[in-house]
């Protein structure tokens, strides 16, 4: 699969974004950064198929696959971006179908290969995601270790982990 990128993601209900920035920011490399997304699900035969808009006429058209098992997984994915995410996501929803829509800000923090991402999502409340990116080749073995780490680090507990994505929980009514 030319041009895929992989990660090692959890994903963790957790009380709020505030409370668990304390523990995460002394891990970061700098200071949170604020985004905005909102994201468009579109129906996919292979994976899912997400249309990403930032609010400032940028976003990026993302498709990945994984499996919905809470815990460590690993993600496959390939990211492209477009100027044009409105007429984009009409023309996808057009063609595809709009499955459903994940508004939500988020607080991102590196640490050092990995992506600390604080959600509140609309509907749905506070979360962590953990984002271990692998290099080409390397083995996910490492990044599991590596976000199991950092979950102990933070604090977080197995229960709190979810299965799936957030558009799954919506469409759940809210449930893990």
């Not at 895929?4 to 993601?9: K, P, Q």
């Not at 400032?56 to 990026?60: A, K, L, T």
């Given at each position: 699969m030319t041009g895929?990128?992989?990660?090692?993601?959890i994903?963790?209900?957790i009380d709020s974004v505030e409370a668990l920035l304390a523990r995460a920011q002394p891990l970061a490399d700098g200071p949170p950064q604020p985004i905005r997304q909102d994201d468009s699900f579109?129906?996919?035969a292979h994976g899912r198929l997400k249309l990403r808009d930032f609010g400032?006429?940028?976003?990026?058209l993302i498709q990945y696959q994984r499996a919905d098992d809470a815990g460590p997984k690993t993600s496959t994915y390939v990211r492209s971006p477009t100027a044009a995410p409105d007429s984009l996501r009409e023309a996808l929803a057009r063609s595809l179908g709009l499955v459903g829509r994940v508004r939500k800000q988020r607080l991102l923090?590196?640490?050092?290969?990995?992506?600390?991402h604080l959600d509140r999502v609309e509907g749905l409340g506070d979360f962590l995601?953990?984002?271990v990116v692998l290099r080409d080749g390397e083995d996910e073995a490492a990044g599991l270790a590596e976000a199991q780490a950092l979950m102990q680090r933070l604090g977080i507990a197995p229960a709190q982990l979810v299965r799936g994505a957030y558009l799954d929980l919506l469409l759940a009514g809210g449930c893990s």
């Open positions: 895929a990128a992989r990660n090692v993601e994903k963790a209900r579109f129906t996919c400032d006429g940028r976003g990026e923090l590196l640490a050092g290969r990995t992506r600390i995601e953990l984002e």
